[in-house]
């Protein structure tokens, strides 16, 4: 099974900015599919960003233009870069792994998760 572990969380004011990183246990071009995903206390885990061993990204609609996923296959790490933060981006940060499906990543693909990682937005 492939480990993650992610690093960066924090807190940050509104408007600035956080990088996430996670660190994969195996060769990422054999994981398929690397994505970060969020949970708000109360709330169910939410895909934020995948990106595929094909290049293929997915973003959901509110991070759109703020936030940046990218790989590193020499480390093996996945980064999420965020910017504009916003209050409602407070929450705990997962990084995942699944299977990618003619190159493409879906959110309801993702099997693996990180022990995740704070971030938190004051406005």
């Known amino acids: 099974e492939v480990q993650l572990v992610e690093s960066g969380g924090g807190s940050v004011q509104a408007g600035g900015t956080l990088s996430l990183a996670c660190t994969v246990s195996?060769?990422?071009?054999?994981?398929?599919?690397l994505g970060w995903f969020r949970q708000f206390p109360g709330k169910e885990r939410e895909g934020v960003a995948g990106?595929?061993?094909?290049?293929?990204?997915l973003y959901t609609d509110s991070v759109k233009g703020r936030f940046s996923i990218s790989m590193d296959y020499a480390k093996n790490a996945l980064y999420l870069q965020m910017n504009s933060l916003k209050p409602e981006d407070t929450a705990m940060y997962y990084c995942?792994?699944?299977?990618?499906?003619?190159?493409?990543?879906?959110?309801?693909?993702?099997?693996?998760w990180g022990q995740g990682t704070q971030v938190t937005v004051s406005s």
């Open positions: 990106i595929s061993t094909a290049g293929n990204t």
């Open positions: 195996v060769d990422t071009y054999s994981t398929g599919c």
């Open positions: 995942a792994s699944g299977t990618s499906f003619g190159g493409n990543c879906y959110f309801w693909a993702y099997k693996n």
